[in-house]
């Protein structure tokens, strides 16, 4: 199928590695279909799959051999509707948040997209902390809280509230830098 047309008029597929070609001819519209029962949009669906396949040719660790392509590619895109429900919901609450304060700020569309990307780099960022870390961390340097004030909210030790944030501060800093970039 290489250099012949996919779904969209005038699109080519250059030089497409043999297995996610395989893929996209063989498993597409099933793919699509899996989507479609499970989020109610034909439309979420398509885009849902174009990105499943995107992250598949962007990725450097699809297999040569799929034993079960079909469960390799619900995983993918479970992962991209996982990523998809957490980013919607950090909006949500990102907007919440701006209807509760004291004063209305105004944010260009652009700012306002920036600012939401930022919130799902540094939630995914801060993701594998445990939870008890996550949240001392966000409440020392989101919040302003001071470790004592922390250490009170969350029934923990100061010197826990400090190893704690040291621990959030490594996950930033240590964090990829392709990340950053």
């Keep these: 199928m290489t250099g012949q047309t996919m779904s969209t008029p005038g699109a080519t597929l250059p030089s497409l590695p043999s297995t996610i070609e395989s893929l996209y001819c063989d498993h597409h ?3 699509k279909g899996w989507l479609h029962r499970r989020v109610g949009s034909a439309d979420q669906a398509a885009d849902l799959a174009q990105d499943t396949f995107v992250r598949l040719l962007n990725s450097e660790r699809v ?14 895109a479970r992962n991209l509707m996982s990523n998809q429900w957490r980013r919607e919901q950090l909006e949500r609450a990102y907007l919440d948040a701006l209807a509760q304060a004291p004063y209305q700020v105004e944010l260009s569309p652009e700012d306002r997209a920036i600012l939401l990307e930022t919130l799902f780099e540094l939630d995914q960022l801060l993701d594998g902390l445990a939870p008890a870390v996550r949240e001392a961390f966000l409440l020392t340097q989101l919040d302003g809280q001071t470790h004592a004030q922390v ?4 029934g923990i030790s100061i010197p826990t509230v400090k190893r704690y944030v040291v621990k959030g501060l490594q996950q930033c800093y240590f964090a990829d830098l ?4």
Excluded: H, I, K, N
Excluded at 63 to 76: G, H, I, N, S
Excluded at 151 to 154: R, Y
Excluded at 178 to 181: C, E, M, N, P, R
């Design 29 to 31: 519209a099933w793919l």
């Design 151 to 154: 250490a009170e909210t969350l």
């Design 63 to 76: 297999p040569a051999q799929l034993d079960e392509p079909r469960a390799y590619l619900t995983t993918v």
């Design 178 to 181: 392709s990340f950053v970039g």
